[in-house]
């Protein structure tokens, strides 16, 4: 319950905080954001199969914050791309793309971290055997 309330006060942080204004400050609560993306990731791990309305939800409106703030926040940005990947279908991977491609559109200066992040979420698939790594793959 704690998870479910922590992440849902979180969306809630992160949609009224993108009414406000133009640029947010996430100074006063990037734990909240944190914590309701670490919920968010943690219920996809356990579950084996999400419905990506939620997680599309919740990362559109990560992804519009981020573009929205002067602040560098790689913690977030490690959700914004870690949660894709956790889901790894071709929808989940094609959103987390336009969602990557949106933010470095917005924030030329978070480009190299957000690389970063996508070449370490590709290389722990290659050590999950995911996908086209998966021995059984056909």
């Known amino acids: 319950i704690r998870d479910r309330f922590s992440m849902s006060y979180g969306i809630n942080l992160l949609i009224s905080s993108l009414g406000q204004s133009t640029t947010v400050r996430m100074t006063d609560y990037p734990d909240t954001v944190q914590e309701a993306l670490a919920a968010l990731e943690h219920q996809i791990r356990t579950e084996k199969h999400i419905s990506l309305d939620l997680p599309r939800h919740i990362l559109r409106r990560t992804a519009a914050l981020l573009c929205n703030t002067d602040d560098s926040h790689p913690a977030i940005i490690a959700y914004l791309v870690s949660i894709p990947f956790q889901i ?44 086209i790594f998966d021995p059984n793959f056909k």
């Open 88 to 131: 790894f279908s071709k929808e989940s991977i094609r959103m987390g793309i336009a969602l990557w491609l949106g933010v470095i559109n917005e924030k030329p200066a978070m480009e190299s971290r957000l690389l970063v992040e996508v070449a370490q979420a590709w290389e722990r698939t290659i050590r999950r055997k995911q996908g």
